[in-house]
């Protein structure tokens, strides 16, 4: 059975998405099942995972309940997705229904058995849309900037996940900070380091050893839609999303079994 993990943090540009497509990229090349999910309005993922947003289903669609989840999956040029465009982001006011916390997570139900790994791309923004999906996931992973606006969101970021443990998902986990675009070499970056690694024992959420270095390769190969271990595999950001995934996978990170081919 496949494993659901969302990528989220509510601050915007910290790298949600590049982690999104980068873990994605990587865990295929291990050889695992991944289907990338695109719950943000923005459709950056999809943009990125080179998939078709104006003539194509959306996640909008099977939100909506008017299609089954299967039939918006692509397969992309980076891997299988479910994409996003802009009209996501009418679901805020759509949605008023008690259970609307419910949907992602009984619409990604039959795709489970599907896949080794669901990645959930989240909106920078802690509304209907990021709750949605952390109903829906076992894990959430927070990429961060060592910056102080950083810090100050992970409390609120972490009181969110605690509500929906509390009132939808009582098995979420959090799987630790991963700090991105990181330059260890200023004394800044030190200083900050310093403070995450005090708030996550404040908070008991685990840092990466891993972080993710700043490279202009990595931002290109988004914009080229192109998969980063093809375009820049000696990049040093490149290198450190697959030396993260594979931090991962040492953690525990093993779906249970591996997925039926579909
Ligand atoms: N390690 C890196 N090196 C260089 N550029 C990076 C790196 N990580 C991310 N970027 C760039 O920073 C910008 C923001 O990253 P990204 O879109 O992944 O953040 P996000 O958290 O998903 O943003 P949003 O909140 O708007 O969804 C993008 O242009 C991306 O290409
Ligand atoms: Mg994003």
Redesign the pocket.
Known sequence: MGKIISIS?Q???????????ALAVNLKEKGYKVLAVDL?P?G?LSFSAGADTDMSATIYDVLKGELKTQYAVQRGTVVDIIPANILLSSIELEFTGAQREFLLRNALKPLIPLYDYILI?T??ALGVLTVNAFTASDYVLV?MLSDIFSLQGITQLEETIDRVRTQCNPDIQILGLLL??HNPRTRFSREITGTVHMISSDLNIPVFETF?????A??EA??LQKSILDYAPACN?VI?YKTFTEELLEKGLTPCQKARMS
């Open positions: 943090n601050k915007g540009g910290v790298g949600k998405t590049t982690t999104a497509n943000d923005q950056n791309d909106p920078p990429p991105t675009r993710i270095r700043e490279s202009v990595l931002r988004q914009s950001a450190d």
